[in-house]
């Protein structure tokens, strides 16, 4: 509703004039009947516009436009009057009346155009206002922000230059406002040429050499930009964000820019990359990886360094985040529930947490694996776990292997000193007897038994020597197939077939492993009789690897399938597939017989961890 003061000394127009105003509904007139009432009213209210007739007694209207401008009022003021003189129009526009209007002519026409003339008036002062309050508060705004800001208007001239930058350039207010030809690049790069804010008013004005990389944010720039002339030459690095000044219409008329010093960030920056670069260079030399994870059943890793690679087969990226995988997926179904209660343990205490459990690479293998790690906690509060985990795969497979190898040797001892000792009585009992004995046959009998027992003691020498062999070179991972492969030739001399189904799969085992299988062909060889194949198998079960030796021979009979196996078992075969036994045995992997007349069976099983994909 615009509040309207009317001011006619004819009470007749005053009336219909005010009728005819307020008919639209959104004009209320107040009504004055001289220019002398009319002021008086202005003093004690507030009008949005003003309409007087030209003549009134006592006082024009000129009169009272004047009187109200030389108070410093702004308020919208219209002429509406039935003297049309040129004179008269020049000369209320010149005293400040926003429109002149005619009286005569048809009612509805002119008061209509009174009526668009009082809206126009009242809305462009009002937009007036708006505008020029918003520059003042703009001024006041620019000059106390806490970052340097200056501002030019289209033609490069500056406008506003506040206290921030007053203190960054070490130029006064005074000094710069009103200042073109590019005066205010001067204190940053000591030269007037184009910056930052320069490219909104001239598009293209910085040359790509500037070293300006520019960021668009709608019609916002950015730029960081090393200042050298800045403080007397020390310089800066420098954070700019430079906008568009609009006009009324919507037109670029000026620009302002925002400056922060950025040094100190930088500089913490670049202290910050070095000294993760040299952390870099750390995590990536170390043995295994260094890790960081939530202490969820995932085990989330928020970090994880470049050796996960190696160790697991899969990249720090797979891992963090679970974005591919999590790292609870790939530890050993066995050994979780062992790795999950162990740290909720520590936990609890506030201790460090040793473990060693197994991991199943990306290519399937089985690692084992040493952990070290603790809470991370604040104010009470447990933030994450935090340590490191090395691959210990063939350190405790030689652990395993060594343990073994002891229980082997004190083995052979007992079996080398009780064999020898006792048929190196024999053998003195009977020389004994020989030299009593008169009978030349008795003597003969008595010095062949001799004989057989230092054959059987000759032969505990040779088992000895091949068995001290056990465990010289450490154990390793053997292609499965490629052993047998080499070792076909053996059978295939004696027209014996040889089915290799072997393929896939590398075991981990004594260098002698080759041993084993050519002592089980020669003892097929030997002992199978009227043999015509040999099939040699591999298969994953339960548990393990099953490799399935058999041939179609004679067999064995179900009371000496594990005698077989005593070094003191039969003649020439017992001390081989004792010595089978035990190479086997030195990294845990068993064997035994199961077949029947229609030939052997050897099962050799291989445990988890002790076997894995050929590569």
């Given amino acids: 509703m615009i509040s309207l003061l009317l001011i006619d000394d004819e009470p007749d127009i005053l009336e219909i004039t005010g009728m005819f105003l307020e008919k639209s509904g959104d004009i209320r007139v107040d009504k004055a009947l001289s220019g002398k009432e009319g002021l008086e009213m202005l003093k004690t209210r507030n009008y949005d516009a003003v309409v007087s007739d030209y003549e009134l007694s006592g006082m024009s209207g ?11 009022n702004n308020i919208p003021f219209i002429i509406f ?30 008061f209509a155009e009174l009526s668009n003339s009082i809206k126009k008036a009242v809305l462009l002062r009002s937009s007036e206002m708006l505008i020029k309050e918003s520059n003042r508060r703009l001024k006041e705004i620019i000059e106390f922000l806490p970052d340097a800001t200056f501002a030019i208007d289209k033609k490069g001239v500056v406008i506003e230059w506040n206290q921030a930058m007053e203190k960054m350039s070490g130029v006064k207010r005074e000094d710069m406002i009103g200042k073109g030809n590019y005066e205010y ?30 960021t668009l944010e709608g019609d916002k720039i950015t730029s960081e930009f090393f200042a050298p002339k800045l403080y007397g030459g020390k310089g800066g690095y420098l954070w700019l964000r430079a906008s568009p000044l609009y006009g009324p219409a919507g037109e670029i008329e000026g620009a302002i820019e925002s400056i922060r010093d950025i040094s100190a960030i930088k500089q913490t920056e670049s202290d910050l990359f070095e000294k993760n670069r040299m952390m870099e260079t750390l995590m990536d030399n170390l043995p295994g990886v260094a890790y960081r994870c939530l202490n969820d059943s995932d ?6 360094s470049a050796g ?26 066995n050994d979780r529930m062992m790795v999950g209660d162990t740290i909720q343990e520590s936990l609890c205490n506030l201790k460090p947490f040793q473990l060693l459990y197994r991991i199943i690479s990306k290519s399937c293998e089985e690692k084992w694996v040493w952990e070290q790690g603790r809470g991370v906690f604040e104010n009470g509060r447990l933030l994450a776990l935090e340590g490191l985990i090395l691959d210990i795969s063939e350190g405790k497979l030689a652990h395993e292997t060594m343990s073994e190898l002891n229980k082997k040797l004190s083995l052979l001892n007992s079996i080398t000193r009780h064999d020898v000792l006792n048929n190196l009585a024999k053998v003195m009992a009977f020389i004994s007897l020989t030299e009593d004995e008169t009978d030349p046959e008795k003597s003969r009998a008595y010095l062949k038994s001799a004989a057989m027992r230092l054959d059987k003691i000759r032969d505990q020498i040779i088992f000895t020597s091949e068995y001290q062999d056990l465990g010289i070179e450490s154990s390793t991972w053997y292609n499965l197939y490629d052993i047998i492969d080499d070792l076909r030739y053996v059978a295939e001399d004696v027209d014996i077939n040889v089915r290799n189904q072997t393929s896939g799969w590398e075991i981990y085992a ?26 040699i198998f591999a298969s994953e079960v339960s548990g393990g690897l099953l490799i399935e030796y058999s041939d179609d021979g ?6 000496n399938k594990e005698m077989i196996f005593n070094p003191r078992y039969g003649e020439n075969t017992g001390l081989g597939l004792f010595l089978i036994r035990q190479i086997l045995g030195i990294t845990g992997i068993t064997i035994e017989e199961n077949g029947d007349e229609n030939g052997v069976l050897f099962a050799i099983f291989v445990p988890e961890g002790k076997y894995r994909p050929a590569e």
């Fill in 62 to 72: 000129i009169a009272v436009l004047k009187a109200v401008r030389k108070s410093g």
């Fill in 554 to 559: 004679r067999g064995i009979s179900i009371e």
């Fill in 510 to 535: 004594d260098p002698m492993i080759r041993g084993v299988f050519y002592n089980l062909i020669e003892n097929t060889i030997r002992h199978g009789g009227d043999v015509k194949k040999i099939g």
């Fill in 81 to 110: 009057t039935g003297k049309g003189r040129e004179k008269v129009v020049i000369e209320a526009l010149n005293e400040g009346a926003d429109y002149y209007i005619q009286k005569g002519g048809d009612p509805k026409s002119q």
């Fill in 308 to 333: 996960c690679m190696e160790l697991t087969g899969y990249s720090p990226e797979d891992i963090v985040n679970n974005a591919k995988v999590s790292y609870g997926s790939i530890i050993h179904p």
């Fill in 185 to 214: 690049s001067y204190p940053f790069v000591g030269e007037r040429r184009p910056i930052l804010i320069n490219q909104l008013i001239d598009p293209g004005s910085i040359k790509p050499e500037s070293n300006y990389r520019i």
């Fill in 299 to 304: 085990w989330t890793m928020q970090f994880i």
